[in-house]
T-cell receptor, first 113, second 115 residues
Framework: NAGVTQTPKFQVLKTGQSMTLQCAQD?????MYWYRQDPGMGLRLIYY???????DKGEVPNGYNVSRLNKREFSLRLESAAPSQTSVYFC????????????FGNGTRLTVT | AQSVAQPEDQVNVAEGNPLTVKCTYS??????LFWYVQYPNRGLQFLLK??????LVKGSYGFEAEFNKSQTSFHLKKPSALVSDSALYFC?????????????FGTGTRLTVIP
């Protein structure tokens, strides 16, 4: 009963380095999301995928790219990390429908020095 | 534009007492409203939602929330708090007319239940 699995759990990068955050869900959900969580700011949507093969920008997409590899997997890539991208990143998935709740992974804590 | 306000960063309540975590919202149309809870080093977990119908919604772990359209509020409540309820609580809103990506979260309220 894994739900939404994110890897890695922790990561430290130097400014300018790149990395990919991985996310997979086993609930057969169509929609997947990437959020970042910063103190005092709640969760902000980075990118969203309504279904396999589609992606859309959210509130804070600059500096990020995403790939919806298949129905299960949705990755987030930082091409050139910046200290402003230090945050906790959450992947989530949901059924289709605006009233469907989101199911979250346990997060990736990223520090960019 | 959509927005959510959680006016209290921190709420302290004694174990066994009733608790309330406040949320107000702003949307253009009619809202879908959600409450999530986050325990340390974990992702958010869904507690309950309001779609339509009865203004009092019951959810997981004995929590309930009351939708008040005139006050644009959706406060989270529990009749008797447990120490294990201590966590970070988020309110979220989505306008029914907006796309599925338009789910806006509040900044969170940290609930501490004192033994």
């Amino acid at each position: 009963n894994a739900g939404v699995t994110q890897t890695p759990k922790f990561q430290v990068l130097k400014t300018g380095q790149s990395m990919t955050l991985q996310c997979a869900q086993d609930m057969n959900h169509n929609s997947m999301y990437w959020y970042r969580q910063d103190p005092g700011m709640g969760l902000r949507l980075i990118y969203y995928s309504a279904s396999e093969g589609t992606t859309d920008k959210g509130e804070v997409p600059n500096g990020y790219n995403v790939s919806r590899l298949n129905k299960r997997e949705f990755s987030l890539r930082l091409e050139s990390a910046a200290p402003s991208q230090t945050s906790v990143y959450f992947c989530a998935s949901s059924d289709t429908g605006v009233y469907s709740p989101l199911h979250f992974g346990n997060g990736t804590r990223l520090t960019v020095t | 534009a959509q927005s959510v306000a959680q006016p209290e960063d921190q709420v302290n309540v004694a174990e066994g007492n009733p608790l309330t975590v406040k949320c107000t919202y702003s949307v253009s149309g009619n809202p879908y409203l959600f409450w999530y809870v986050q325990y340390p080093n974990r992702g958010l977990q869904f507690l309950l939602k309001y779609i339509t119908g009865d203004n009092l919604v019951k959810g997981s772990y004995g929590f309930e929330a009351e939708f008040n359209k005139s006050q644009t509020s959706f406060h989270l409540k529990k009749p008797s708090a447990l120490v294990s309820d201590s966590a970070l609580y988020f309110c979220a809103v989505r306008d029914r007319l907006a796309g599925a990506n338009n789910l806006f979260f509040g900044t969170g309220t940290r609930l501490t239940v004192i033994p």
